[in-house]
């Protein structure tokens, strides 16, 4: 799938906004990804993943994958969609006391090999805090994927990232706006901090 088709879904959705947004990473941007709108369409996020599948499996040995986990909340579907089409179980990492832990009883153990699912990565925080999670269990993971990289490959994970489509969106720390940013009100429609 080619990266203005993957922009076009987030579209057809109705998930590519513009105005003032204050980012899950606590950066703001004149552009927010709503991925929760294209995810609520299981057959636009079935073609997304199965694309983002068929990349991973371009890139990488598909042998040298025991499962996919992804963060909670925003990986969890592109987790478990990707993971259907690679055969592989998927599992997810979510917040306990502020940082990412492996609950529920996922049986993500020593020398299994992971593949780190996202959904969208900016400044790639969440990913890294990820992948922290699951090596923490002994698990290895072999590379990271999601579906848009926001920062124009920027973004630093900590192994190879994978993605369906690369866009370099801006993001400006709060002190260093744009006047014409600094002068629309600001919404923070992300996910982090959620309990």
Do not use: W
Request: charged fraction near 25%.
């Amino acid at each position: 799938m080619k990266q203005k088709n993957v922009l076009k879904e987030f579209e057809k959705a109705g998930a590519l906004l513009k105005g003032h947004f204050v980012l899950s990473s606590g950066l703001h941007s004149p552009m927010f990804l709503q991925k929760a709108l294209v995810f609520m369409h299981p057959k636009r996020t079935a073609k997304l993943c199965k694309a983002l599948a068929a990349k991973v499996s371009a890139a990488i040995d598909l042998d040298k994958i025991d499962a996919i986990v992804s963060p909670a909340v925003g990986g969890i579907i592109p987790g478990y969609e990707t993971a259907r089409y690679l055969g592989v179980p998927a599992m997810y990492v979510e917040r306990e006391n502020g940082e990412f832990v492996v609950r529920r009883g996922f049986p993500l153990t020593k020398g299994m090999r992971v593949l780190m699912v996202e959904d969208i990565v900016t400044t790639g925080v969440s990913s890294r805090e990820c992948i922290a999670a699951i090596r923490a269990t002994g698990a290895r993971v072999i590379a990271a994927a999601c579906l848009i990289d926001r920062s124009g490959g920027k973004a630093k994970v900590g192994v190879k990232l994978i993605s369906l489509a690369q866009v370099d969106i801006p993001a400006y720390p709060a002190d260093k706006l744009p006047p014409e940013l600094a002068a629309l009100p600001a919404t923070k429609p992300g996910s982090r901090g959620l309990t």
